[in-house]
């Protein structure tokens, strides 16, 4: 048996695949008890909704020029932003009245109230963008990242990804006003509220009990 946690909505299941394939829907663990930071809840509440940025657990090449570039693009698209340095591919230096750094916290209580984000297009980040019903600009680091930009941008709710390369400033600024559009955001709504109806851990952990109990069988 194959399990595939990524969205039906997001990448259909080819009709030729053998039954024992399953696109379950992307594994979500939430987090209901956690108690947002005073700190941050200020933040939130204290203007427009934020632009989250982060790049999950890629490696920290130069993050202080990283993070140069994000706050200088953020400025220039006039938005706050909300900045994940857990990863170590950006950095806690540069604070401004418009930025907040956390080192961690969970997306499903995090993201919802953000108005898009900037990542680096790990497949758990972009389900998580995609639940929250976000636009999302994606920067790739290596591996599947670059496929998940193309197909999210190909489904309307990204812009064209951005290399992290030639990433600058005006050019972030630039992702930041296409994510505005009308559109781009209906279309990430659209999408939210069909990601959120998918049970994807549960079906997951059916398909792997009735898979346990036919090898039980098997073996009796």
Not at 3 to 32: E, K, Q
Not at 197 to 213: D, I
Request: charged fraction near 15%.
């Amino acid at each position: 048996m194959t399990l595939y946690a990524f969205s039906r909505h997001i990448v259909p299941a080819p009709s030729d695949w053998p039954p024992d394939v399953h696109v379950t829907g992307a594994w979500f663990l939430d987090s209901p008890e956690w108690e947002m930071p005073s700190t941050l809840e200020a933040f939130i509440a204290g203007g427009e909704a934020p632009v989250y940025v982060g790049f999950g657990s890629m490696p920290g090449l130069d993050p202080e020029q990283l993070t140069e570039i994000v706050v200088n693009g953020l400025a220039l698209a006039g938005r706050r932003g909300l900045l994940a340095t857990g990863g170590g591919a950006l950095s806690a230096s540069l604070p401004t009245s418009t930025i907040m750094h956390l080192d961690e916290f969970p997306h499903d209580r995090v993201l919802p109230l953000t108005a898009m984000a900037l990542h680096h297009g790990g497949a758990g980040t972009t389900m998580a963008c995609a639940r929250a019903g976000i636009p999302a600009a994606i920067c790739p680091f290596m591996g599947d990242q670059p496929f998940w930009a193309l197909r999210m941008r190909n489904m309307g709710v990204a812009p064209a990804k951005l290399s992290r390369k030639h990433l600058s400033a005006d050019r972030l600024a630039r992702a930041i006003g296409a994510m505005d559009n009308p559109r781009m955001r209906e279309r990430a709504t659209t999408l939210g509220n069909l990601v959120t109806q998918e049970t994807g851990t549960a079906t997951a952990v059916r398909l792997l009990e009735r898979l346990g109990q036919d090898l039980g069988r098997s073996l009796s």
